[in-house]
């Protein structure tokens, strides 16, 4: 992102409580809007939705250093199989347990928490990412290998969770998973990789950084905040007459998403990592791909089901916690990793 700091940058925190509140107020009060993000879906994902993360995570995927990209996945393998130990050792058995432990008697909500459980972070992590000044380069190769990893995992958790150990049937299309990686992760990262070096060979390196970069670099926080609304609409006449079970299922996701968090940034800093290794292992290993959660939980349960409604919640937890540790992270960042003095965020500029 441009280092140029602008109230969007800077207020970031009270632009997504604002876009919080837009959401559900249009949601409780501008039905006819809220049928019209309904009328337009892809597997259950509301293609608004869609557009929103595609605006917010293609700047990301035109601003990576793919030249450093080898580099980083031979010197950082430490840090790519932490994150994968996080992703796919972790995460699945913790979120599980939580769900059953918080929400034991509506299995409706414990099967939808375990579909976000089981589905790893490819999208929207590069955001708090890179709000928290972490390396973007690593944490584009987690997500990568996560993506695949994805690809080839998530029917054998989904059987493991819910048909052996809950007695839940699911059948999950190979295909359905491929695709929402491809959509969320591939054509965004195609289309940042084709424009660098387009740009690299028209104008050059420098100026492409100097002032391309700047100029597109405001659409990422522009396509979360537009992102936050729809998501947040969607949802909000449900949020507010129901406020009793969003809380009973914002419980464990909150624990869930902070726990990892913590312990993630905790063990980095412990190995000896940097701070921004350390910040990209954390948000890696406690993020989630939630289209993928909600896709699934609608195509097989359907859109009004409690499994669905638990994979929708999950992102209106995800990203206020998210935002709150990135500012944990900057805050902490000089008294855990003394020679980070010199890292600046596009929210803080320290």
């Not at 009973?248 to 940034?265: C, E, K, M, R």
Request: net charge neutral.
């Amino acid at each position: 992102m441009s280092d140029s700091l602008g109230v969007l940058d800077r207020y970031l925190t009270v632009w997504i409580g604002l876009a919080m509140v837009l959401g559900v107020g249009l949601g409780r009060f501008a039905p006819s809007f809220v049928d019209a993000l309904n009328a337009v879906t892809w597997h259950g994902t509301s293609l608004p939705i869609a557009v929103g993360l595609f605006v917010m995570i293609f700047p990301i995927m035109a601003e990576i250093d793919y030249g450093r990209v080898p580099t980083v996945t031979r010197t950082a393998r430490s840090e790519i199989a932490l994150t994968l130990v996080f992703n796919w050792l972790i995460a699945p058995f913790v979120m599980y347990g939580l769900a059953t432990t918080f929400l034991g008697g509506r299995p409706g909500f414990v099967t939808g928490l375990i579909l976000v459980g089981i589905a790893p972070c490819i999208a929207m992590v590069l955001i708090w990412n890179e709000l928290a000044a972490g390396n973007q380069e690593l944490c584009a190769v987690c997500v990568g290998v996560n993506s695949l990893l994805q690809i080839a995992l998530f029917v054998p958790y989904a059987f493991l969770f819910l048909t052996v150990m809950r007695g839940t049937a699911v059948d999950v299309s190979m295909s359905l998973i491929a695709q929402m990686v491809g959509v969320f992760l591939g054509l965004p990262l195609l289309l940042g990789y084709l424009t660098q070096k387009a740009a690299f060979r028209t104008i050059g390196r420098q100026a492409y950084y100097g002032r391309v970069i700047p100029r597109i670099s405001p659409f990422g926080l522009l396509g979360l905040l537009f992102t936050v609304v729809v998501m947040f609409a969607l949802k909000g006449d449900y949020i507010v007459a129901n406020p009793g079970q969003i809380v009973l299922i914002a419980v464990p996701l909150l624990i869930f998403f902070a726990g990892l968090w913590a312990l993630a940034y905790g063990v980095s800093a412990a190995l000896g990592f940097s701070y921004t290794e350390s910040v990209s292992v954390a948000f890696t290993a406690s993020s989630n791909n939630f289209e993928l959660a909600i896709a699934v939980a609608v195509a097989v349960f359907g859109v009004g089901s409690n499994v669905a409604l638990a994979t929708v919640v999950g992102p209106l937890i995800e990203v206020p916690v998210m935002l709150a540790l990135v500012r944990v992270a900057l805050a902490t960042k000089d008294r855990l990793f003394p020679g980070s003095s010199g890292v600046s965020s596009p929210i803080t500029g320290d």
